[in-house]
């Protein structure tokens, strides 16, 4: 009997410890959202590196990123992608060639770095996971459980800076063995742009052969 007691408090024990982590998660989730909904614009520079022990694959990238609303402008992998508000326009000088496509609902953050600050509010079950000093910076991580279960991605891990309140690393891992890394660094808001910052401009492209 003693022992039917002891398994019973351990299990409510349990749950409750895992109800408080998730209510955690939640809140720190809803602060960063706030937090980044005030801005008129976000800066940062980002590096991106895909890992596969297994495989012995390893493949870094570096780029930048200027978000205002909807609307944003990416430099990466010696090309440039542009979004505002309605085409993506993809600019690629090496090959003097521009791509113009609309945007897709289904699109994740591999490809609209729009949502990479708000993906996380639907579609995932929340966990509260370790917390790491990086530099002095306090990171408290979110593990994100996709809610319903994919069968590419086991689960993510969100970085948040709790001091800033900023999304500072997102990690995917994959079923395959397959961790992809992102992280962000030199954060800035509310930059002065120009009004036609995220406005394409054919003109400037006079050679460029424009693929629609």
Known sequence: MKKIFSLLF??????????????QAKNLLEQVTQNMKKKDNIRFEFSYVLENKAEQIRQELEGEVTLAGN???????????LFDGKKIYTIVPENEEITISFPDDEDDLSVNPSKLLSFYEEGYGYEWDIEQRVMGRAIQYVKLLPNPASEEVNYLL??????????????????????????????????????????FDAAEYPNFYINE
Do not use: C
Request: negative net charge.
């Open 10 to 23: 351990t299990l409510l024990t349990t749950t409750t410890v895992m109800s408080q982590g998730m209510e």
């Open 71 to 81: 609307q944003y402008k990416v430099n990466f992998m010696d090309a440039i992608q």
């Open 158 to 199: 969100l970085g948040i800076d709790t001091q800033r309140l900023e999304v500072y690393r997102v990690i995917e891992i994959g079923y395959n063995n397959t961790r992809t890394t992102l992280t962000l660094s030199n954060t800035t808001h509310n930059i002065q742009l120009p009004d036609d910052f995220f406005a």
